[in-house]
């Protein structure tokens, strides 16, 4: 069955370096998106990404965050200077282009703790 | 602040029995909305969706919407030991192209 792959599945970090989660979405899939989830937390939507542009992002997707399709498979989000409040599990996530429902595929996740 | 809301639990079910799970929106034009099962430490994987009020079955699964309450439900019937988990009601709300707005989660406990 097809999958959506994330890496690293762990990082650790310090604070104010900078972090690139990478995701390999569904082949055929065409929308793409990112969500996190603090330890004990819902999950949150971050972003969503369709035709190489941002279709909606939420207010957590400050100026530190961005992300990018760099070629026909990889879809990657970047934090520039990461924060202790940044350590969370980040979700990618895919859906086909076409049908009424919008199911999502998550990737098993990448989980970054910032010390 | 839009919210989906879910009581946290535990919900301890014997194993066989029905569990019944339950979540309320705040956005009236919500319009699809879903449940997913979350193991811990793992990602989340659907279940169901439903769109129109009334029940949507699945298998053991039932999925009921009541958009004049606000309310979506999930029955699992003939519980199972691999059925317990935290189960994430997410919905999208009016005005929003696709983002997912998720409940907290009930944790699920089947007791066999």
């Known amino acids: 069955e097809p999958e959506v792959t994330q890496t690293p599945s762990h990082q650790v970090t310090q604070m104010g370096q900078e972090v690139i989660l990478r995701c390999v979405p569904i082949s055929n899939h065409l929308y793409f998106y990112w969500y996190r989830q603090i330890l004990g937390q819902k999950v949150e939507f971050l972003v969503s990404?369709?035709?190489?542009?941002?279709?909606?992002k939420s207010e957590i997707f400050d100026d530190q965050f961005s992300v990018e399709r760099p070629d026909g498979s990889n879809f990657t989000l970047k934090i520039r200077s990461t924060k202790l409040e940044d350590s969370a599990m980040y979700f990618c996530a895919s859906r086909p282009p076409f049908g009424g429902a919008n199911v999502l595929t998550f990737g098993a996740g990448s989980r970054l703790t910032v010390l | 602040q839009k919210e989906v809301e879910q009581n946290s639990g535990p919900l301890s079910v014997p194993e066989g029995a029905i569990a019944s799970l339950n979540c309320t929106y705040s956005?009236?034009?919500?319009?699809?909305f879903f449940w997913y099962r979350q193991y811990s430490g793992k990602s989340p994987e659907l279940i169901m969706f439903i769109y129109s009020n009334g029940d949507k079955e699945d298998g053991r699964f039932t999925a009921q919407l009541n958009k004049a309450s606000q309310y979506v439900s999930l029955l699992i019937r003939d519980s199972q030991p691999s059925d317990s988990a935290t189960y994430l009601c997410a919905v999208i709300q009016r005005g929003g192209a696709d983002g997912l707005t998720f409940g907290k989660g009930t944790h699920l406990i089947i007791q066999p």
């Open positions: 990404f369709y035709n190489n542009e941002i279709s909606e």
């Open positions: 956005d009236r034009g919500s319009q699809s």
